[in-house]
């Protein structure tokens, strides 16, 4: 069973920065990982993501030149470096994770990533 634990979450003020840390259970190379988020009330939308044989990253055009997606395939572990946070980014962040063949609806396409985290909150604060 694949797990992915997310931490760094927290509150900030606007215009702050926060850095997401999702670690998984295995290797990571082969497949897709991204970061997603659910405002309350929301749709859960794709934020970045990054195909882990090569991080080629993928941003969701709200988070473009403000976050970073990365990843240390020796640890296993996914980033996402959130700059110039808004009020507008509070949400429920998961990470989320594609290894196995199945439908794929692009990089942040949540409905084609199989394995997810728990989640961690983040909230901005004008």
């Known amino acids: 069973q694949v797990q992915l634990v997310e931490s760094g979450g927290g509150s900030v003020q606007a215009g702050g920065s926060l850095t997401l840390s999702c670690a998984a259970s295995?290797?990571?190379?082969?497949?897709?990982m991204g970061w997603f988020r659910q405002a309350p009330g929301m749709e859960r939308e794709g934020v970045a993501a990054?195909?882990?044989?090569?991080?080629?990253?993928h941003y969701a055009d709200s988070v473009k030149g403000r976050f970073t997606i990365s990843q240390d395939r020796n640890k296993n572990t996914l980033y996402l470096q959130m700059n110039s946070l808004k009020p507008e980014d509070t949400a429920m962040y998961y990470c989320?994770?594609?290894?196995?063949?199945?439908?794929?609806?692009?990089?942040?396409?949540?409905?084609?990533?199989?394995?997810w985290g728990q989640g961690t909150q983040v909230t901005v604060s004008s």
């Open positions: 989320a994770a594609r290894w196995d063949p199945g439908p794929w609806y692009g990089p942040l396409g949540q409905l084609g990533y199989q394995y």
């Open positions: 295995r290797d990571t190379y082969g497949g897709y």
């Open positions: 990054i195909r882990t044989n090569d991080g080629s990253p």
